[in-house]
């Protein structure tokens, strides 16, 4: 164990250049394994968002001649995708996958935590972030945006968090879990100001290249087709809903009942720590709401999907070291069982058998985050964070 331990103290695995390069050796080869053997479906679907906001053409409808299944992001995307929509493909595949990478490693860059923890984010959440570069998902800017709307807040830049709440909401919903730091904001007035200037700038930004009508015809249609998103995500269909409640769902083969007996109880227990207000004023417990928050998002929403799980691997590693004490042997197996059961059990070291038949099947991906993020809850309603305030850079 010494040698072990010996070896990953070498300099290799502390240095942010070996980790940026990585970082983006990946986007470029998920882009060369996904573009050439034409396994880029998601990515059409995001570049066509842009050409039918042109065309002015339904964002929502299904266009089986340009791709498989349909697109469920808000009308903003257009305006997201349009830079990399305009180039060839074989370029704007590439630039989007790194563009994507290169945000979230600068999100985490900037976390108000030690070297130490953002190293280990890094490291740990490699394989998750591989997982989402295959599918050239949103997820990863997703991520980064969740991030960065606590760091502007720690930092007092809250009209910036503003700016990221409300571009992940109009792009996919799950922005608006930002909402949750809004206790631990300084100027609580000008960020809930700037929330709302935002939203009425996004909401009117795809307007650019569009216009009024066709932009509240979209934003209908894009309600309508989350609800039936929604409705198909909850009868089990495809690979979607891995997520606590999909787990529970297919362990218990489909049984009849509905996902507020779990969504309720679920959200008392994630608002629970807010009563621990004299913990507020300590760094590590504002962390552990960050962790929570992007745990409880993947967790308890029926659109998680493997890809969706680089949110909460980064929740599950900031959970085990942004914390003011040692972390026990227990905590340690709770980390292998991460690593093992939802970072890696959807790769090829997995037996088929294993990985179709159980893990798949029954969502299990969801179950090593789930018991973390119990854990997470516990840990904030009893343990005092009590340390020496972190120095944040204005």
Not at 23 to 36: D, G, N, P, Q, R
Not at 87 to 102: E, H, K, Q, S, Y
Not at 283 to 290: E, G, T
Request: proline share 3%.
């Amino acid at each position: 164990m010494k040698q072990l331990k010996d070896f990953f103290r070498k300099p290799f695995f502390s240095d942010y250049r070996v980790l940026f390069g990585l970082w983006m050796i990946l986007a470029v080869a998920s882009f060369f394994l996904k573009y050439w053997h034409e396994r880029h479906n998601n990515y059409l679907i995001f570049k066509y968002v842009f050409w039918h906001t042109i065309n002015g053409t339904s964002l929502y409808a299904q266009y089986p001649l340009e791709f498989k299944d349909c697109n469920h992001y808000g009308p903003l995307f257009s305006i997201i995708i349009a830079p990399f929509a305009l180039l060839p493909d074989f370029i704007g595949m590439l630039l989007w996958l790194v563009v994507l990478t290169a945000t979230l490693y600068y999100a985490i860059r900037k976390m108000p935590v030690s070297d130490k923890v953002q190293i280990f984010i890094l490291w740990f959440s490699t394989q998750e972030l591989l997982n989402a570069l295959f599918m050239q998902q949103f997820n990863i800017a997703t991520a980064a945006m969740i991030i960065a709307t606590f760091t502007c807040i720690e930092r007092g830049k809250d009209e910036w968090a503003a700016f990221w709440i409300v571009i992940g909401t109009f792009v996919k919903l799950y922005g608006i879990v930002g909402l949750a730091f809004f206790v631990f904001s300084r100027h609580k007035g000008r960020l809930a100001s700037h929330v709302l200037m935002w939203a009425v700038i996004i909401f009117a930004l795809p307007m650019l290249i569009s216009n009024f009508d066709y932009q509240i015809s979209q934003y209908s249609e894009w309600y309508s087709s989350l609800v039936m998103k929604n409705i198909s995500n909850e009868m089990l269909v495809g690979m979607q809903n891995i997520s606590l409640l999909g787990m529970v769902h297919r362990i218990s083969d489909n049984a009849d009942f509905s996902n507020l007996y779990m969504l309720a109880p679920g959200l008392v227990l994630f608002l629970l720590p807010y009563l621990k207000t004299r913990q507020y004023k300590n760094i590590d417990f504002r962390l552990a709401f960050l962790a929570s928050t992007m745990i409880f998002v993947i967790l308890f929403s029926t659109s998680s999907e493997s890809s969706t799980y680089i949110i909460a691997v980064i929740g599950v590693v900031i959970w085990y070291a942004a914390v003011p004490w040692e972390r026990s042997k227990w905590d340690i197996a709770l980390m292998v069982f991460v690593f093992l059961l939802t970072c890696m059990s959807g790769s090829d070291i997995v037996p088929k058998f294993i990985r179709k038949g159980y893990v798949q099947a029954y969502s299990l991906k969801a179950l090593p985050c789930t018991v973390v993020w119990l854990r997470l809850i516990y840990e904030m309603c009893i343990k005092d964070y009590s340390k020496k305030e972190l120095e944040v850079e204005s």
